[in-house]
């Protein structure tokens, strides 16, 4: 449905025939011939790693440009300092967005281990706000997962932190009551979670939200970094209006949220990432040319549309 918006639109701006165009269909059936065909000469895909890494060798025949933007397991690190009643519910809304269905949630949340206990409560309420639903609905926050095979993988996920041993603060197995009849799966918080925990180290996408803690502040970016998804950068405030980088490894797009407000805000200091940027490092080990940025793949096509109309 989106997509045939999407179409719709761009006819109406009376764009020439043939700068845009959507070709639907299943990945093993389109996306394959797109990756191997001669005549596509850039690709920019979204998805999992795994699709990722089989988008990667296919291309790899015909050295197509990529751009991947893959799975994640983004930590976000409360510090002490923080205001805990201004940062837990951010930190909720940060790894629910999408029900949960996007690469960027903050599905690991980092606190202190002295303050475990006030974290825990504060979770509790903000979930308890949460508003279930037909997303269509103006006041619904959370809706149903993509598929029933997605919603029975984040179940799967949930049981095994019930299985390994995680406290499970709110949620849970099943249906939330009212909302048996869809791909609904429970806004669930599991504390005392340890690193080795499948639902610490695997992208989840759902409504799944792992807290674990620290001593340190060194500690909270050895957690932060202990993940086989790429690309973080942790930055800390220092004054108003400064950047400090914070030791977390190579780069990601900061929030907007860091910079430039008062302390007692800008403690919250997010980590986020844009996919598993792993994926574009392992290119250029591997030889592969061409992996560009978003922007970059932003002016190319700008530049390409351009060139198109002209020539229609």
């Not at 629910?96 to 269905?101: C, F, P, S, V």
């Not at 006041?139 to 179940?155: F, M, N």
């Not at 977390?248 to 407000?261: D, E, I, K, L, S």
């Amino acid at each position: 449905m989106q997509t045939e918006v999407l179409m719709d639109a761009f006819h109406e701006t009376g764009l020439p025939p043939g700068v845009i165009n959507f070709v639907t269909g299943l990945g093993e059936v389109v996306g394959t011939e797109l990756t191997k065909s001669p005549d596509i000469q850039k690709i920019a895909f979204t998805g999992s790693t795994q699709i990722g890494k089989l988008v990667a060798k296919n291309s790899l025949d015909t050295m197509k440009r990529l751009t991947l933007e893959l799975g994640g397991k983004s930590p976000n690190i409360i510090l002490d300092d923080a205001d805990f009643s201004t940062a837990i519910p951010m930190a909720v809304a940060a790894c629910y967005l999408n029900n949960g269905q996007a690469c960027i949630a903050a599905s690991r949340l980092i606190v202190p281990e002295d303050r475990l206990g006030e974290v825990k409560r504060l979770v509790r309420a903000a979930v308890e706000q949460i508003k279930m639903g037909d997303p269509r609905n103006k006041d619904v926050t959370l809706g149903p997962l993509a598929s029933i095979k997605q919603y029975k993988r984040v179940q799967e996920y949930i049981k095994s932190g019930i299985e390994e041993g995680a406290e499970l603060v709110i949620g849970g197995e099943g249906h939330p009551s009212g909302l048996e009849g869809g791909n609904f799966v429970k806004p669930t918080v599991f504390a005392n979670v340890t690193r080795d925990m499948r639902i610490a180290k695997e992208e989840i996408f759902g409504p799944v939200l792992s807290i674990l803690t620290y001593k340190t502040e060194a500690e909270a970016m050895e957690i932060a970094n202990d993940t086989e998804f790429g690309a973080h950068r942790l930055r800390k405030l220092g004054r108003p209006g400064t950047r400090e980088p914070c030791g977390a490894q190579t780069c990601c797009r900061p929030g907007p949220h860091q910079y430039n407000r008062p302390r007692s805000v800008c403690s919250l200091r997010r980590v986020q990432t844009i996919g598993n940027w792993s994926g574009r490092r392992d290119l250029r080990t591997a030889g592969v040319s061409g992996v560009q940025s978003d922007h970059q793949l932003t002016r190319e096509m700008s530049r390409n549309a351009k060139a198109v109309s002209r020539r229609n």
